[in-house]
């Protein structure tokens, strides 16, 4: 099978916001999709780039996606984030996502990374062996912290009305 890694394309937004609703139908969750095409093009393509794509690419089809972003850390330094790792369900398997996976690897060292970074949900048992079998450490003692626009928006709120 041939499959290209290479790097995103603002032109590649369409397919890969449909990858983006494919792992939300998949994570059960397709309503908390609120990102658009039009925001992941300006955030990725526009004069400050959020975050970097990887793409695989079949038959001229984007089959897969690696989306990630420089992360900051006080004890290590300059590293990497990997937000989301996501093959298309019918091309799974295929050591696609491995091919993702070390295109990313490879972009963290060449650019110095002290450290790469990436979530799995817990009830995810193939992605979760799947990077136990390539030697990552699935970390069970910190926990994530999460705030939505409304919650921080209360909070300031709260807090401004507090002094």
């Known amino acids: 099978m041939n499959v290209i890694i290479r790097k995103g394309k603002k032109e590649d937004i369409p397919q890969v916001i449909a990858l983006i609703q494919e792992l939300a139908e998949f994570e059960k969750a397709p309503e908390q999709v609120s990102n658009t095409a039009e925001e992941l093009a300006k955030e990725g393509f526009g004069p400050n780039p959020s975050y970097r794509l990887l793409v ?9 996606m ?11 330094g300059r590293g990497l984030f990997l937000d989301d790792l996501i093959v298309t369900e019918k ?36 992605a979760i062996n799947f990077y136990r079998n390539i030697g990552s450490k699935i970390d069970h003692e910190w926990l994530d912290c999460k705030m939505s626009p409304d919650e921080i928006e209360a909070y300031l709120k709260k807090s401004a009305s507090s002094h």
């Not at 690696?66 to 290590?76: D, M, N, P, R």
């Not at 996502?97 to 450290?115: H, I, S, T, W």
């Open 56 to 64: 695989a690419e079949h038959e001229e089809i984007i089959v897969g």
């Open 91 to 126: 091309m799974r398997s295929k050591g696609i996502g491995r091919m993702l996976l070390n295109a990313f690897l490879e972009v963290a060292g060449n650019e110095g990374a002290k450290q790469v970074h990436w979530q799995v949900l817990d009830w995810n048992t193939p």
């Open 66 to 76: 690696a989306i990630y972003f420089v992360k900051y850390s006080t004890w290590k």
